[in-house]
């Protein structure tokens, strides 16, 4: 995985090359690594370049690839790489675009946020400012490896010039991720992001207090450390929100792929892709607010709805975590404790189903929980309403594993299976590169 020597420093837009190989050449019109990072205007434009890479690109991967899987969505497209995700099975090919850019857009996320992070501290720079910067790339670093980590079986945590980086499990890598994001709320804690960051960085876009509490949550419910991933559910304030904002030329990048030019190449699944024995009260705000009603199927016979909510403008904002993704945890996790604790988790439960007050209008405002008071129903629940609530979020893969959804049986073209993969075969630009990479997991 050898990074390209160039980065490009104009404004915001940073070229990394692909990490996984070697792309060594002279440019000069680029300026050089040691260039970029030498100055405050330059580690800047790095961050930006960072964020901007995660939420346009970065996001376009992780949304897409595991809905077509798990039938979150549907395409409606002829391009190969799509009918390969939604064929899926033991034949998806290692050189899949998807699987590729899944990949390889978190390594180079991983590689510049390590760059940032390495160097923020040898430029002269007021002491909020750094320590903005360093906080920053540790959350950046961390969203890229628990990408990583609810896709692919192993995953890599820290990238090498030398094209042999390491592999680590995938629940190595979240417990990774939950250590970068303690480091990062450490350095906030210790010294306060300067305004200087604020404005030149986030432009208030995003609490990274709150944004690190709520991925420390997640990812701690990803591991199994159930009781820290309460706990830091429990601390995030709720009615904060954090944005990934988009204009006209960083385009929201699921808007790109459902409505730009009337040319989808995918949409949402009926009934958030989930079978007809989870039922939605017709009622739900949910239904409304993420769906519009088609009456169409896609070219597989799977029937498909337009799109609404966080996706149907090009410049529409996409949180970077949903409020109540919280309370989906705190519910999941008091299911999963060694000790189950149903009264918390129904407590839980109904703040998700009874909402009317969402700061984003994601608001389900339906009846209380009134099912069965065992573990499994309360768990169905909790995996029904994460379909409902957190649709198009990247995470419908790890969650169908998680709650034992059944196992693809890896044919392709099953399409009634729920998914049809249970994780991603490694890109050939890794394994060509790198000699540490694993073999494809069977499914």
């Known amino acids: 995985m050898k990074k390209s020597i160039l980065y490009v420093s104009i404004l915001v837009s940073l070229t990394l090359g692909l990490l996984s190989c070697e792309t060594d050449f002279d440019n000069p019109n680029a300026a050089t690594e040691d260039q970029v990072f030498s100055s405050r205007e330059g580690i800047f434009a790095a961050a930006v370049g960072l964020q901007q890479l995660y939420s346009t690109t970065g996001i376009r991967w992780i949304v897409e690839t595991p809905a077509i899987t798990t039938r979150e969505g549907g395409i409606t497209t002829t391009f190969q790489n799509m009918i390969e995700l939604e064929d899926g099975g033991t034949t998806l090919p290692n050189f899949n675009s998807n699987v590729q850019g899944l990949w390889s857009t978190m390594l180079r996320v991983i590689k510049l946020a390590e760059d940032i992070e390495s160097n923020a501290a040898n430029i002269e720079l007021e002491a909020g400012t750094q320590s903005g910067l360093i906080a920053h790339a540790k959350l950046f670093k961390a969203l890229a490896i628990g990408s990583l980590a609810q896709n692919y079986e192993q995953v890599i945590v820290e990238t090498s010039n030398n094209n042999d980086a390491t592999f680590v499990t995938r629940i190595q890598g979240f417990q990774t991720a939950i250590t970068l994001l303690s480091e990062a709320a450490t350095q906030l804690s210790g010294t306060a992001a300067s305004m200087e960051f604020i404005d030149g960085v986030i432009l208030g876009n995003i609490d990274l207090e709150n944004t690190i509490a709520a991925y420390t949550a997640r990812y701690n419910l990803f591991a199994g450390n159930y009781e820290a991933a309460i706990s830091a559910a429990n601390a995030v304030d709720?009615?904060?929100?954090?944005?990934?904002?988009?204009?006209?030329?960083?385009?929201?990048?699921?808007?790109?792929?459902?409505?730009?030019?009337?040319?989808?190449?995918?949409?949402?699944?009926?009934?958030?892709?989930?079978?007809?024995?989870?039922?939605?009260?017709?009622?739900?705000?949910?239904?409304?607010?993420?769906?519009?009603?088609?009456?169409?199927?896609?070219?597989?016979?799977?029937?498909?709805?337009?799109?609404?909510?966080?996706?149907?403008?090009?410049?529409?904002?996409?949180?970077?975590?949903?409020?109540?993704?919280?309370?989906?945890?705190?519910?999941?996790?008091n299911l999963r404790l060694g000790s189950p604790n149903l009264a918390a988790a129904t407590t839980a439960l109904n703040e998700v189903l009874t909402d009317t007050d969402d700061p984003f209008d994601v608001n389900a405002n339906v009846a209380a929980y009134s099912g069965d008071n065992t573990v499994d129903a309360l768990l169905n629940e909790v995996y029904r309403n994460r379909r409902a609530e957190l649709l198009f979020t990247g995470m419908s893969l790890e969650d169908s594993r998680r709650f034992g959804r059944p196992e693809p049986s890896g044919a392709a073209m099953n399409f009634a299976e729920e998914r049809n993969r249970n994780f991603y075969p490694y890109p050939d630009l890794e394994r060509n590169s790198n000699p540490n990479t694993p073999d494809d997991p069977s499914i």
Do not use: C, H
């Not at 929201?252 to 949409?267: E, V, Y």
């Not at 896609?298 to 966080?310: A, R, T």
């Open 238 to 333: 709720l009615t904060s929100t954090s944005i990934f904002a988009y204009d006209t030329q960083n385009q929201n990048p699921i808007w790109a792929r459902i409505i730009q030019n009337d040319a989808p190449n995918f949409k949402p699944r009926d009934n958030f892709g989930l079978p007809p024995s989870f039922v939605f009260d017709p009622a739900d705000g949910r239904l409304a607010f993420y769906l519009v009603p088609l009456d169409e199927t896609n070219q597989n016979g799977l029937p498909i709805e337009d799109v609404s909510g966080f996706f149907n403008e090009i410049t529409e904002p996409i949180p970077v975590y949903l409020p109540d993704e919280m309370n989906l945890i705190i519910a999941e996790a």
